[in-house]
């Protein structure tokens, strides 16, 4: 079945450095990759995605690139802070035969150190 | 963080136990899911549904039962075939655009 795969599981950055996490998907209809932050205990909440005709974006500290041949996608954060701790999960998205669906990667927990 | 809720945030059941966890929104959100979450893992896909009185299995059905009667509500049924039923569950909804918003979860420990 369709699945992403996510790397690291762990990332340990220094304040100020960056911290880059790839992701991998398989399902071909997948148009839609959002990325999710979420802190312990608590909801994800998005904070960038990124449809398949767009190869780049950027949201202040945070870009998102695609490379839809390769599937691939992955998360830059620049110039990280105490605050950034946390899990950061990707995902795919598109229509299948069901309907709308996302799968989510598995994770990597991100830590950055004062 | 308004809009989709949950309930309880913690949960307790015996073995053997059915047990219904609830989530609403107010979003006006036609699509609803159910993920499970386990500790270090991502969220799998439990059930969907993509308009009232209609749901689909997701990758993990087996021992959970869902039904949508309102466009607001899609309640949760964890049951005693579910062996393994400790996790967080997180419900979200969708609207026209892709953009998937989460409840604040429930957390259920089997006893």
């Known amino acids: 079945g369709e699945n992403v795969e996510q790397h690291p599981s762990t990332l340990s950055v220094q304040e100020g450095d960056s911290a880059v996490i790839k992701c991998t998907y398989s399902d071909s209809a997948s148009n839609y990759f959002p990325w999710y932050k979420q802190e312990l205990g608590k909801r994800p909440q998005l904070i960038i995605d990124i449809r398949s005709n767009v190869g780049e974006k950027k949201d202040q500290r945070i870009a998102v690139t695609l490379n839809k041949t390769a599937k691939h996608f992955s998360l830059h954060i620049t110039e990280t802070q105490p605050e950034d701790s946390a899990v950061y999960f990707c995902a795919a998205s598109g229509v299948g035969t069901g309907g709308f669906k996302t799968i989510f990667g598995a994770g990597t927990r991100l830590f950055v150190k004062a | 963080d308004g809009g989709i809720t949950q309930s309880p945030k913690y949960l307790f059941r015996k073995e053997g136990q059915n047990v219904t966890l609830s989530c609403e929104q107010n979003?006006?959100?036609?699509?609803m899911y159910w993920y499970r979450q386990d500790p270090g893992q991502g969220l799998r896909l439990i059930y969907y549904s993509q308009i009232v009185n209609d749901f689909q299995k997701g990758d993990i059905a087996e021992g959970y039962s869902v039904s949508r009667e309102k466009k607001e509500s899609f309640p949760l049924t964890v049951t005693s075939a579910q062996k393994n039923p400790t996790a967080f569950y997180l419900c979200?909804?969708?609207?026209?655009?892709?953009?998937?918003?989460f409840g604040p979860g429930t957390r259920l420990t089997v006893l």
């Open positions: 979200a909804s969708r609207g026209l655009a892709e953009e998937q918003f």
């Open positions: 979003l006006n959100h036609d699509a």
